[in-house]
């Protein structure tokens, strides 16, 4: 089934469409953004059971942008009635523009090309199989409170087992002269994170799942509650690794957070704009091993990243950004892409209507491969399996990377031997561990359990991943 439209939306059209006309009859560009969307979050613990509307996630409310031939003006509000047109048009004209005469001191206005504006009308939705909403909040609980219980009763060492959920149902409304798009887009993510004691020593496993879709997530949590608590009972006998530089097969959710930080940050093209990212330097060169073609783009994959169009109303696009080893291109909102001369690849993006455009990661991603796992793990003397990506910091000015993975499982003869070590810091300098990729496995996932943030603030939702890949690691 597809996402139905927003009723919201269709009754407030007729008043954006006034309003679009007359900021066209002051401005020679105009273009209107209208959101509606509701979340809501779910959590089961031995100690507590919640649920709640998601507030950064939910809300109603518009974004007018505007070009007065040399710049442009955004204006954000949330409530829109055929009456307010011209008090709107007046705030844009008379409040926001005359502020590019008022510049503080040593603050340049920078003056840009009038957007494209090429003719495009549509509406789309995802697809689901389960609506949430419909679904209900008991159901829902329900489902979590027998994964919660399946990973206590997993061993008489678990002390908890935290399992939850989230879903957003979004619709967007994007007006220009020559533009009318609509889409409605649903995705769900959840996770279980299984907490395990041996006398003092606690440990803890967690994984996270999504999808571009419903409640039937639900299925997948449940079905691997059992190999998330095994997990947080292998940590328990888990050791320090000896720091220095290892042969390692990195598992997809680790592959996605070498992708995320260690170069998708490094090509968002804003980052370009303020001499920021080392990787503006290096475009049409090699920055990886040539077995690497590395994607970004809401088209690139079905994923709660992926949409229709982004938040200026440029259509979603697949951007091969690696491409055998080489760096192709960067990712960017319309405004960057003015700015260096570029084409818009649809990565603008909000953390709401009333937070402006960024350049923001989608659905990033390296291709899958032509290895067997079992080939890749045989080929290493000594090294490890690195698995339970948890947190990551980037670099870009410089490229250096420093992620956290929760295990690493001992390969020695090309055989894991049991052994466990944890935490693990992986470090080290971007292109040297990309050129080391040596094998690339023929199966790929993605996941977008969590957010991502610009700076620690503006956070949207994102996917990455990709195969499992074999490289040379720095670990300690």
């Known amino acids: 089934m597809k996402v139905k439209q927003s009723e919201y939306l269709k009754r407030v059209k007729p008043a954006l469409v006034k309003l679009r006309d007359r900021l066209l009859s002051e401005f020679p560009y105009a273009s209107l953004l209208a959101q509606d969307s509701t979340a809501k979050s779910y959590s089961v613990s031995k100690t507590s059971t919640g649920i709640g509307m998601d507030a950064m996630l939910t809300g109603r409310g518009f974004v007018a942008k505007v070009y007065d031939g040399t710049s442009y003006a955004e204006y954000s509000f949330n409530e829109l009635s055929e ?28 003056c840009y090309a009038m957007l494209a504006d090429d003719p495009l ?11 949430p909403e419909e679904y209900g909040d008991e159901k829902i609980i329900g489902r979590l409170t027998k994964v919660s219980e399946a990973g206590r009763a997993f061993s008489d060492k678990v002390l908890d087992c935290h399992a939850f959920a989230s879903y957003q149902k979004c619709s967007k409304l994007f007006l220009s002269k020559n533009r009318d798009m609509e ?19 606690v440990k803890d496993s967690y994984r996270g799942f999504s999808l571009l879709g419903g409640a039937e997530l639900l299925d997948e949590i449940g079905e691997n ?35 995320h930080e260690a170069f998708g940050h490094g090509v968002e093209m804003d980052m370009f704009v303020k001499n920021r990212a080392l990787a503006k330097q290096y475009v049409g060169k090699q920055v990886a ?16 990243a992926s949409y229709f169009f982004d938040d200026e109303g440029i259509p979603a696009q697949d951007t091969l950004v690696i491409d055998h080893g080489i760096l192709k291109a960067g990712i960017s909102d319309a405004q960057s892409a003015m700015h260096l001369g570029t084409d818009p690849t649809g990565n603008g993006r909000r953390e709401n209507y009333e937070r402006k455009a960024y350049t923001r990661m989608t659905n990033t991603y390296f291709e899958a491969g032509s290895d067997k796992v079992e080939d890749m793990i045989a080929s290493i003397s000594y090294g490890f399996l690195l698995e339970e990506a948890s947190s990551g910091m980037e670099d870009p000015k410089n490229w250096g990377i420093q992620c956290m993975v929760n295990i690493a499982r001992e390969i020695r003869d090309g055989k894991l031997t049991g052994k466990i ?15 080391s990729i040596s094998m690339i496995s023929d199966v790929s996932v993605l996941c977008g359990s969590g957010f991502c943030g610009k700076g620690y603030k503006e956070w949207v939702k994102v996917s990455d991943g990709g195969p499992y890949i074999k490289a040379k690691i720095r670990l300690g």
Not at 183 to 201: F, I
Not at 421 to 435: H, R
Request: glycine fraction near 8%.
């Open 83 to 110: 009456d307010r047109v011209e008090e709107i048009v007046a705030a844009v004209k008379n409040g926001l523009i005359p502020m590019s005469d008022r510049l503080p001191e040593g603050v340049k206005k920078s």
């Open 421 to 435: 070590y944890s935490p693990i810091v992986l470090t080290g300098y971007v292109p040297d561990l990309l050129k």
């Open 225 to 259: 509650v059992g190999s998330v608590a095994q997990n947080a009972l292998d940590l328990l006998s888990s050791e320090p690794i000896p720091p220095g530089e290892y042969e390692c097969v990195c598992r997809p959710d680790v592959t996605g957070m070498i992708v």
């Open 121 to 131: 009308v549509f509406e789309d939705s995802t697809e689901y199989e389960i609506d």
């Open 183 to 201: 889409q409605n887009v649903l995705w769900m993510c959840g996770g279980v994170d299984v907490m395990a004691s041996r006398g003092e020593e």
């Open 289 to 304: 091993s040539e077995l690497v073609n590395m994607h970004d783009g809401a088209a690139a994959a079905k994923e709660v």
